[in-house]
């Protein structure tokens, strides 16, 4: 079992940043890829981004290519999504999560989210 908290979150102007942080722990030396989901109100869930613990290699979501960075510490088992030039339709849950798949949009775990809401 792995627990993960996110933190980060807020309200920003439209063009502004926010960064993420998502701190893992349990059973950590189980996870291969950790990653981000989102959903906003009415819409279903969207993979984000993801990051191999081993090797660092990521993907992104086109919605947020160019413009969010994820990136580890293995040291602190922590994830972080930074998010720069946002836009209102950035507005959403978004949660940590571990072995994420992109195809199916589920995960291994979950955190509990942290909310992100961008005004114009």
């Known amino acids: 079992q792995v627990q993960l908290v996110e933190s980060g979150g807020g309200l920003v102007q439209a063009g502004g940043s926010l960064r993420l942080s998502c701190v893992a722990s349990g059973r950590t030396f189980s996870v291969n890829v950790m990653g981000w989901f989102r959903q906003a109100p009415g819409k279903e869930r969207e993979f984000v981004s993801a990051?191999?613990?081993?090797?660092?290699?990521?993907t992104y979501a086109d919605s947020v290519k160019g413009r969010f960075t994820i990136s580890r510490d293995t040291a602190k088992n922590t994830v972080y999504l930074q998010m720069n030039s946002l836009k209102p339709e950035d507005t959403a849950l978004y949660y940590c999560?571990?072995?994420?798949?992109?195809?199916?949009?589920?995960?291994?775990?979950w955190g509990q989210g942290t909310q992100v809401t961008v005004s114009s």
């Open positions: 999560t571990t072995d994420p798949s992109r195809v199916s949009n589920t995960a291994g775990s």
């Open positions: 990051i191999s613990m081993y090797t660092g290699s990521t």
